[in-house]
């Protein structure tokens, strides 16, 4: 089982942007993106492989950018124009097969969450 760790949530306005950074203690061919916010599922945010292929949810294409250095065994996520519907937790996950990971996160392998709040 992979361990991974988040940073880089905070507070923004509408229309800012934000990086969040997640490494993880091994390395792992499929990492992602999750968010959930209050009172609704968990959803796929993004998600890329070891060889930069990249898969993103609609609500967040154009806008979002999902990236990876595999000698650090970190993705990132910049999300720019954020809007307040953004708001959320967002959580980093990894997997080597697709099928866990991807797009219903049936995987094991989670981060701790970091928090997105994105005021009007």
């Known amino acids: 089982q992979v361990q991974l760790v988040e940073s880089g949530g905070g507070s923004v306005q509408a229309g800012g942007s934000l990086r969040l950074s997640c490494t993880a203690s091994g390395y792992t061919y499929y990492m992602a993106w999750f968010r959930q916010a209050p009172g609704k599922e968990r959803e796929g945010v993004a998600v890329i492989d070891s060889g930069d292929r990249t898969h993103y949810a609609d609500s967040v294409k154009g806008r979002f950018t999902i990236s990876r250095d595999n000698v650090k065994n970190t993705i990132y996520l910049q999300m720019n124009s954020l809007k307040p519907e953004d708001t959320a937790m967002y959580y980093c996950?990894?997997?080597?097969?697709?099928?866990?990971?991807?797009?219903?996160?049936?995987?094991?392998?989670w981060g701790q969450g970091t928090q997105v709040t994105v005021s009007s």
């Open positions: 996950a990894a997997d080597n097969t697709w099928s866990l990971l991807w797009p219903n996160g049936r995987t094991n392998n």
